[in-house]
């Protein structure tokens, strides 16, 4: 980092970069929130580079001094006083030439401004114009201070990219006249605009490092004139054309040799609806370095290209009508490592669009309820946090609102007096409208569970991502709910109900801990994320060739159930992986593109050389039809059934959508029977079974016809299968619910029953998607079926039939 004095630019010592991380405890015994304790270090870090200590005096006391008195400037509300005074300078004197070159990069940091989309302008104008804090900023926009501190960061990285791409050492024109006192401002009119423009380069050229970069050790100090790690590339070429047009979700990433010196990775940004490529997608990841944004070219073509080989986390994908990947600052599982010289091409980023959904409010009568209350509750995936959409909205006086939502997200509505919840599932995304009726006397979720996140020895641990989830019952009314710890190690999980809940606590590079059972009201509660055991290994295809892309999950086994522990979605070259987990027993999954997911692989952790190998599978060709008069149906989605798991950005089972004229191929299907989701706008779903994969096998074409739904008609799921809902308990699959007219009911079964085995092989072999996966199957034909009963096990043969549930 360059500064200047009056012999010209010098470099900022090293222990004052040092010694400002070391700042926050104080600066939070001074003031309250992460985000005021941020803005207080900052200002220090500035006062600092402004006036820097004598090189013989002790950095630290120096810097807490510096601290104390600005707290006392802001407390006492004289801090524009202050800056005023120390910005105006009457007898400053420069040259005509360094007043042409710093007007010239004013400008382009006015015009820098001005080009920053919103929502990045409006925080970056408030921190700075308006003298706002990042608390007092979360506050007007109703946002979190942590989604306040990357939009601002953010900003000022986009508006340094701007300024670099100038190819002009800009750091050093602004940074030597700010040292001499020459911004000079001298009326009431232009005192605002001239200390805000001032703070602004300031805060530019200092690269912000006490934002983004808390709890670890101080962010890399950039030196002379290299270009910035945060660079926005709008629109720029890739250094290699982007790859070919295939169905979507369904290409093979690959590594290529690349003369470049940070290495790269190259894909396409697309529609999770159209498989059509999204232009104008804005990708952030995060680096030790710093951020770094890219931007998506003709057909969502994307370049990441970093000056150096490194660590790479999404941080953000955002695209404009798209609904935003922004999970927790810190908690993304999308990671990417680059090596020099070699290229990972074919990475595909899903974007889901944001539609418009209506929601209608009505009573135990179905009357529309207009002033309702209506709040978003949460997601299942928690991906809408830094770039948050609307969470709250009031009925119309036809009880209506519209929302934008991701799939699974629990609305809540309430009046004084009646509550009711509704969930956006499957009939949601098909009919676009949501109902939620709402009772007198329904219980309100005003429970809490609070407790402290620490690590083995009992010291708190920050920024650990907290969620609970109810055990033992499903449903709207019962919504995930999640929160960060504070820097205290600190949570508080707020709309519960007084209900057993399954709690879980994760930090990156520490095993997760699981909590079960505990009752909604419960405080004092401890989790513990130790450093746990490695699980380290490579996943290569099944002729030992590494795979560059592919989402990894972790099961501990639970009987039937397997309880997801870890699902992380990487890019490296070389295949490799490492994670941390609790001492014990796992199975490990990937899945990548193009290639069937790999068969389960036990491991005993701590555990170094976990070999995970995908195959080829089989490929799915066929036509998506209307029942009615046979027209192709373009853009419906086919997905394998199960399989689920990882961020939305890279899910684990892709599927891919028909073409215009009806046509699909799904490949990566895994050897064994099988079953596919069909899903298209307006029509009912149907789930198609008795299929059998084979590795390098074709099957089809196949005709698949989906009957349209009626006007105001709630869509139903058409299948062949015995006619139960199941859930995983213990070693069996219970029986939940037996539809009528099924096959089930024909044969006895009840609810209650608790499957053990299917055609005779034990449930827990096959676990809950094998195990649907044989029920599953041809119309007419029977399976037999093993029930556990009070007076002992009781084999049957049921017969499948066609549903619709």
Request: charged fraction near 20%; aromatic fraction near 4%; hydrophobic fraction near 45%.
């Amino acid at each position: 980092m360059l500064w200047g004095d009056g012999d010209g630019p010098r470099r900022i010592e090293a222990p004052v970069i040092a010694e400002l991380e070391g700042l926050r405890a104080l600066a939070r015994s001074l003031v309250h929130g992460d985000a005021d304790a941020d803005d207080l270090v900052q200002d220090t870090a500035l006062a600092a580079l402004v006036h820097p200590p004598a090189t013989d005096r002790p950095v630290r006391p120096w810097l807490g001094t510096v601290l104390r008195n600005r707290w006392r400037m802001i407390h006492r509300g004289a801090r524009r006083r202050e800056a005023r005074e120390a910005l105006v300078a009457d007898d400053a004197v420069e040259s005509p030439a360094d007043s042409i070159d710093r007007a010239r990069v004013l400008e382009k940091l006015s015009a820098a401004l001005v080009a920053l989309d919103e929502p990045l302008r409006v925080v970056v104008m408030r921190r700075y114009f308006d003298g706002e804090s990042s608390a007092e900023i979360a506050r007007a926009l109703d946002v979190p201070a942590g989604t306040v501190r990357w939009r601002l960061k953010t900003g000022l990285d986009r508006m340094r990219g701007a300024l670099d791409a100038e190819k002009k050492n800009w750091r050093v024109v602004l940074a030597a006249p700010l040292a001499k006192g020459l911004f000079v401002v001298k009326t009431k009119t232009s005192i605002a605009v001239g200390i805000a423009l001032v703070a602004l380069a300031i805060a530019l050229i200092a690269g912000l490092f006490a934002l983004g970069n808390r709890g670890g050790e101080p962010a890399p100090v950039a030196t002379g004139s290299a270009p910035s790690p945060a660079t926005l590339h709008r629109a720029a070429a890739p250094s290699a054309p982007p790859p070919a047009v295939m169905s979507p979700g369904q290409g093979k990433p690959v590594v290529e040799a690349a003369e470049l010196p940070g290495g790269a990775v190259n894909g396409r940004v697309i529609n999770w609806s159209t498989g059509e490529g999204v232009e104008g997608a804005d990708l952030t990841f995060q680096a030790d370095t710093g951020a770094t944004t890219v931007r998506s070219g003709a057909q969502g073509a994307f370049a990441l290209e970093p000056a150096a080989p490194g660590r790479f986390t999404l941080l953000v994908a955002t695209a404009p009508g798209f609904l935003p990947y922004a999970p927790e600052l810190a908690h993304s599982t999308v990671i990417a490592r680059t090596e020099k010289d070699r290229a990972v091409r074919g990475i595909t980023i899903f974007l889901f669009p944001a539609l418009d959904y209506q929601g209608t409010v009505v009573d135990s009568a179905a009357h529309p309820v207009a002033n309702a209350h209506v709040r978003l509750l949460g997601t299942p995936q928690n991906e809408q946090v830094l770039d948050k959409l609307a969470t709250e909205w009031t009925t119309n006086a036809s009880g209506e609102f519209v929302f934008h939502a991701a799939d699974g997200a629990i609305f809540e509505a309430e009046t004084r007096t009646a509550r009711g919840w509704a969930r956006l599932d499957g009939n949601v995304a098909l009919t676009h409208h949501l109902m939620i009726r709402i009772d007198e006397g329904a219980p309100p979720h005003d429970v809490t569970i609070s407790g402290h996140v620490v690590d083995e020895a009992g010291r708190p641990l920050a920024d650990a991502l907290v969620r609970a989830v109810i055990a033992d019952e499903r449903g709207p009314a019962y919504a995930p709910a999640t929160v960060m710890s504070g820097v205290d190690g600190a949570f508080v999980l707020t709309g519960l109900v007084a209900k057993p809940y399954d709690l879980s606590a994760e930090l990156e590079d520490r095993a997760p801990a699981i909590v079960r059972g505990v009752v909604g009201g419960k405080h004092d509660l401890q989790l513990v994320l130790g450093t746990g055991a490695e699980l380290a290994g490579a996943v290569t295809t099944t002729a030992h060739e590494p795979v560059p892309a592919y989402t990894l999950l972790v099961f501990r086994r639970e009987g039937v159930g397997r309880d997801l522990v870890v699902a992380k979605s990487v890019i490296e070259p070389r295949g490799h992986f490492s994670v941390r987990v609790a001492p014990g027993e796992y199975e490990l999954v990937a899945a990548a593109a193009g290639w069937a997911p790999s068969a389960r692989v036990t491991a005993t952790a701590p555990a170094a050389d976990v070999a995970i190998a995908v195959s080829p599978g089989g490929t799915l060709r066929g036509t998506i039809v209307a029942a009615a008069d046979g027209a192709p149906l373009g853009y419906a989605r086919v997905m394998r059934e199960g399989g689920d798991g990882g961020a939305s950005a890279q899910p684990a089972n892709a599927g891919t959508v028909s073409r215009p004229d009806g046509t699909f191929e799904l490949a990566g299907i895994p050897p064994g029977p099988f079953s596919i989701t069909i899903g298209a706008g307006g029509y009912h779903p149907r789930i198609e079974g008795g299929l059998t994969a084979t590795d390098g096998g074709t099957l089809g074409p196949l005709r698949i016809a989906l009957a349209r739904l009626a006007e105001g008609e709630t869509p139903k799921l058409e299948l062949v299968g015995i006619g139960t809902a199941l859930t995983a308990d213990g070693d069996a699959l219970r029986v939940d619910k037996v539809f009528p007219g099924s096959g089930a009911e024909a044969a006895g079964i009840v609810e209650g029953d608790r499957i053990v085995a299917v055609d005779g092989i034990v449930v827990t072999q096959l676990g809950m998607d094998g195990s649907i996966g044989k029920i599953r199957g041809v119309e007419g034909t029977t399976i037999a079926i093993s029930l556990r009963r009070a007076a002992g096990v009781v084999a049957l043969v049921v017969e499948r039939r066609k549903l619709r549930t």
